[in-house]
Structure formats: structure tokens, C-alpha cells
């Protein structure tokens, strides 16, 4: 598993720095590179206060970037060892990719199927009908909304589908 994935793939850097920061993201980078990994070995290698450290990595978790399998010894000793699991944020990521794409396809296609308006006070957009609903007045400021030039927007649409695809 995790083979062709690693932590430093930018866009799986980029979601774990939102995620869980700096710190997350080394800790993963460290759990990445020695898995399957104890969570001795990691204390070991990292140091500092142990509950901070279990903080640190059930935050990984819940980010989906690492889970944890429990061992049982025959002295009925418990072991935690940890995996990473890059292909879940790449799963989570793709969907969101599949959402926004669609959100923005969505959009072009209503912009490009009738007339829009918009309030130059507050940039605020409008299909005809939406407009129309109250008479073509602002429905912040009241000013009145002008007909609009679809075209740069449907341009700017299209340029971040071709940035998703
Ligand atoms: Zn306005």
C-alpha cells in the first residue's frame, strides 16, 4: 500500500498543512517513511510529552491521513502500530475535485443560457428571472441591477473547469 503516494506529492502536502499543520504534516512524513510503525518508535523518535504526541496522531486520523491497528501480545501487552493512508485523502480529495467541477459546470451552463444582472455597488450577480422577482432592484443596496456581459465570467468559469480537469 502507499507505494506511488507520498506526503511530499504537493497536493496531499497542501491538504495535510491545512489539515493538521506543520507538525501533522512531519509526523506523517515520519509515520510514511518507517511503517508499519509503533507508537514507541515514534515517541522515541519525536520526543516530548507522550498525551501530546496521541493528540497529535488521532488529529491525523480524523484528517484520514494515518490509522492505527491494535496488536495484542501474549502477555496480553497492547501495541499500537500506525500506517499512513495517503490513498484515503487522495479518494477525499478526488471527490471534492468531482463536487467543484460539477458546481462550476453547473454555472457555465446557466450563464451561458439566458441573460444576466448584476449591481455595480455590489457585485452581485443575477439570472433574468431571479432579477425580475424584484424588479430588478438590488436585493442588498436596491440600486438597479444592469444587464450584465456574461462573457468574461463564462471565460473565467471555463478557465478553472480546465484548471480541475
Ligand atoms: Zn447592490
Redesign the pocket.
Known sequence: MNNHLHPDIPHIKKYLLETVGDEGYSLAKFIHEKQPVTIEEIQEAHGGNPSELRKKLYLLESAHAAEYQVETGPKGWQTFIWNTNLYNIEFLLEKKREAEMRALEKKLEVAQSGLFFE?T??S?RETFDGAYGHDFA?P??G?LMQQSDSGKYIERLRKRISELV
Open positions: 449591481c455597488n455590489c452581485i438590488c442588498v443596496c440600486k
